[in-house]
């Protein structure tokens, strides 16, 4: 195998993140050179990483290799295909940037402790997400599945000196955990299909793939694993960790989080599901498409009601997992009919998400990160007017929030334009319960997409226009040149994704080929690579050059009309309407703009809202005071009656537990004389 | 020495370490249970000797000589030190009075010789009798971590406990792999450290050895 393909490069950049792990312990002494090195090897690994994943892709070719290490008689079995060289490829993007932005980042927090930790777990969490897509049997893969989870739980602990960042790190492990032993559950059923339960033979996704467990241990083998990687990408009514462990980890790291974290879980869904146990029937696809278009609706519908800005992404993440998982779930229903050409559109539109999603993600992570990071505040409500302060910082979100809105000229537009184009084509469907739930989901996604929209514009105005609501407490300054620059190649990939769409789909082409065999990349780009058409012409078509051209001039004929002339251009002062006692208190806040949609949907959260009005002193003005709580209602359904079970059970334990130690040694000592008599 | 006469001297050290387990039980004093406890290691030191020089196995005699060393001379010291330090005069207090915890004592070693019979007639060795005895030293070990007090009188059962236990090995296997035994006798050596460490630190939190005082230390919600 020659050394520049990608599994061997992979590889080493696996290597050089491993090293840079242990080497941080060693130079803990001195930690500027510490950070400046470790991002330095990070950023170039991440290049490896990213050439190896492209090329792996752009090849559709397969390697494997036996690794010489692991348990006797168990070696780990390694392998890159088209499948992880996508998300080899995507993991690695994300992570350069976050690797050049941690650069200024972490030296910002320097001041306050030390980064050793932070630099440790941030080589181990990569590497273990890398290690995940590169590993090709059940024992090396729950083992960096592993390795991953635990790293990013010290991450979001970084910061343990607050309690509620502790509970973050406590409710993850705990969903992480529920979420692995569903997966090695999988792993069970199928390995001991395929070479029977008395022996480990049958560890390799290879033998897995030729198990033939039978219909009903086929479906919960499939259940087992869906649910178990849905933990990890926080599909609801898993989804719980998400807010709580986002907002609690350093930014650098909740760009890491939600941009490849997520996607590494979307890679096992497809992974596992797909291409080891294979689609069998439609209900399948059918139940993961449902839970995708629940886990959209209610994932942004969260957001809106969120004042925390890192918050409002996290949930943000949960709705665009939801929006991928329908891609997957689409993509496995035609692919149970045999319908390969719809069943690869559908698999495109998932997997362009993902890219797209953390691309945009990463750059509002950064950018929420950077705002942070020069206001101390992540609070929306205390913040505002940051356009002057943080004019770099405010445009790179801005391409962001419109990416993330599905905006033309950005990568999120494409991704969900094809993914409604998977769901129009479901006429051609022999269900007719598909043939009404499908119009249903196509409107579910489109409300998403304009609740996400109003979401942005929220997040966008709230925090960057308008004035600042509170007394800034300590200077804003604009982020540094690594944070710009990071944030800067964000942006562009994402209008680069949302440009050139005909490039991509060719280059994703060999995934859905390999995983449901069928490819659109010959009808997509039929039309050269100006027009997007990803069935037929006739269809659908959408040429972004076309579109960006149109808007760039009517952005320019408008300049040209208003800015032309020096004179018109006016600064003042808003008109108060003759008030003459504006506050920065009279804007329009996060509450209020989401107050509308609160009325509608507020059957949904448990809303505890209310207005208190109290006279301090007679004559004088009275105090109004407003409280709103918003709770999550799933909370009390999924997971409240399971934890007090759990106290319940506890407590009645705690019986036994007396403090003597002599009614401990009576306890081992009658154990003992009843196994001796029984036994 | 003859074959026979090996067997008859075994099961008299066998009856001689029940003795002492049965002595551990009832004496009062705790320098009565330290030298109890020295004679009940001398006893199963020779009795390994023998069944070593029987059986013809060599590693044996190398057990019985780390037995006599560790716990008729080492630990034993050891204790007494820690006793001295500590300043125990009359540490022995028992939560059931002693003629009840002699009649639980002798139910057990009935039931010690009912569990083995099988064995005893499977097994071919000539020290096959013994593992009755092994079994109660075992068992009247815990008894007498269960019945106690005091901390102190704690480790001596455990270490009572812990000679039933190379007792066993030799009478039903001929011992445990040389490599095993010595490291059980190095962590029991270890063990008797450390207990000598924190009983000084149960004497400075809470001025006094007596276990009771650590029920506060159950955590209360």
């Known amino acids: 195998m020659p050394f520049f393909s990608p599994l061997p490069l992979a590889f080493s950049s696996i290597v050089i993140f491993l090293m840079m792990a242990g080497l941080a312990l060693l130079l803990q002494n001195r930690q500027t050179f510490l950070v400046n090195m470790a991002f330095f090897l990070s950023t170039v690994s991440c290049g490896i990483g990213l050439y190896a994943g492209f090329e792996a892709v752009a090849s559709g070719s397969m390697q494997t290799m036996i690794m010489p290490i692991g348990l006797p008689d168990l070696p780990f079995y390694i392998r890159v295909d088209a499948l992880s060289g996508f998300f080899l490829s995507l993991a690695s993007l994300t992570g350069l940037m976050v690797s050049i932005y941690s650069f200024d980042y972490v030296k910002g927090i320097l001041s306050a402790r030390k980064a050793t930790k932070l630099v440790v777990f941030y080589c181990l969490f990569m590497a273990g997400m890398l290690l995940v897509l590169i590993s090709d049997d059940a024992y090396f893969f729950m083992s960096s599945w592993e390795l991953m989870a635990l790293s990013s739980f010290f991450l979001v602990s970084f910061e343990d000196e607050s309690a509620e960042n502790r509970r973050a790190a406590f409710l993850y492990i705990l969903i992480a955990h529920i979420g692995a032993v569903m997966i090695l559950l999988s792993f069970g059923i199928l390995a001991g299909f395929a070479a029977g339960f008395e022996n480990f033979m049958g560890y390799r996704f290879s033998a897995m793939r030729s198990a033939e467990p039978g219909m009903l241990w086929a479906s919960i083998a499939f259940f087992l694993a869906f649910f178990g990687f849905a933990s990890k990408a926080g599909v609801v009514p898993l989804h719980v960790w998400l807010p709580e462990a986002h907002p609690a980890a350093p930014s650098n790291i909740s760009a890491l989080m939600s941009a490849v974290m997520l996607k590494i879980a979307i890679y096992g869904i497809l992974r596992v599901c797909m291409d080891i146990i294979g689609v069998q029937v439609w209900w399948w696809g059918g139940v993961v498409l449902v839970i995708g278009l629940i886990t959209a609706v209610m994932g942004i519908l969260y957001a809106l009601m969120q004042v925390d800005i890192k918050r409002v992404l996290a949930y943000s993440s949960v709705e665009h997992v939801g929006i991928i998982t329908v891609g997957i779930g689409l993509s496995m229903i035609f692919t149970s009919f045999e319908l390969r050409m719809l069943a690869a559109l559908a698999l495109t539109a998932a997997l362009y998400h993902c890219l797209s999603h953390s691309v945009f993600k990463s750059l509002l992570f950064m950018a929420a990160g950077s705002v942070l990071h020069s206001t101390g505040e992540r609070n929306m409500e205390r913040l505002g007017g940051l356009i002057h302060k943080l004019p770099w910082t405010s445009a790179l979100f801005l391409v962001g929030a419109l990416s993330i809105a599905a905006m033309p000229l950005f990568g999120g537009f494409v991704s969900e334009w094809l993914t409604f184009q998977a769901f129009l084509l479901s006429p051609v469907l022999p269900n007719a319960l598909l043939k009404i739930l499908f119009p249903l989901g196509a409107a579910l996604l489109a409300l998403t997409a304009a609740l996400s929209a109003r979401c942005f514009v929220k997040v966008f105005a709230v925090t960057f226009l308008g004035q600042r609501r509170a007394v800034p407490t300590t200077e804003t300054h604009e982020a540094g040149m690594s944070m710009r620059l990071a944030m800067s190649i964000a942006a562009i990939s994402s209008l680069a994704l949302g440009l050139f769409p005909s490039f991509v789909i060719d280059w994703i082409d060999t995934v859905p080929q390999s995983l449901v065999k069928g490819r659109i990349a010959s009808s997509a780009g039929a039309f050269g690579w100006m027009w997007l058409t990803p069935i037929s012409a006739e269809r659908a078509s959408y040429s972004a050059p076309i579109v960006f051209i149109g808007i760039f001039a009517a952005v320019a004929v408008a300049w040209l009309a208003f800015h032309g002339k020096k004179a018109a251009t006016r600064r003042s002062a808003t008109w108060d309407c003759g008030f003459e006692k504006m506050t920065p208190r009279m804007q329009y806040n996060s509450t209020s703009f989401a107050m509308p949609l609160r009325r509608i949907f507020g059957f949904l959260f448990v809303v505890s809202e209310s207005v208190r009005t109290s006279h301090a002193q007679p004559g004088s003005a009275p105090r109004i005071r407003y409280s709103l709580r918003i709770e999550d209602r799933l909370w009390y359904v999924f997971y409240k009656p399971f934890s007090d079970a759990a106290y319940y059970l506890a407590k009645q334990a705690n019986r036994l537990q007396h403090g003597r130690m002599q009614i401990y040694l009576l306890y081992s000592f009658i154990t003992l004389i009843t196994l001796l008599v029984f036994a | ?221």
């Open chain 2, 1 to 221: 020495m003859s074959h026979e006469l090996a067997i008859e001297i075994n099961s008299l050290l066998a009856a001689l370490i029940l003795l002492t387990s049965f002595g551990l039980l009832v004496q009062r004093r705790v320098y009565g249970l330290l030298h109890i406890f020295a004679w009940q290691g001398v006893f199963l030191s020779v009795s390994t000797a023998i069944v070593g020089y029987s059986a013809g196995l060599n590693h044996l005699y190398i057990s019985a000589a780390m037995t006599l060393v560790i716990k008729v001379f080492a630990l034993p010291y050891i204790l007494y030190v820690l006793i001295h330090k500590l300043r125990i005069k009359k540490e022995v207090e028992d939560m059931v009075n002693i003629p009840t915890t002699m009649l639980i004592g002798i139910a057990v070693v009935i039931f010690s010789y009912h569990l083995t019979a099988p064995i005893r007639e499977l097994s071919t060795l000539m020290t096959r009798s013994t593992l009755a005895v092994a079994l109660s030293t075992v068992l009247l070990g815990l008894l007498m971590m269960i019945t106690r007090k005091k901390a102190v009188t704690q480790i001596i059962g455990f270490l009572a406990l812990e000679n039933g236990l190379f007792f066993a090995a030799t009478s039903a296997t001929y011992g445990m792999p040389l490599v095993v035994e010595l490291g059980v006798a190095l962590d029991i050596l270890i063990a008797a450290f450390i207990f000598g460490m924190f009983f000084f630190q149960i004497r400075t939190s809470f001025d006094s050895l007596d276990l009771k005082e650590m029920e506060k230390l159950k955590d209360l919600d």
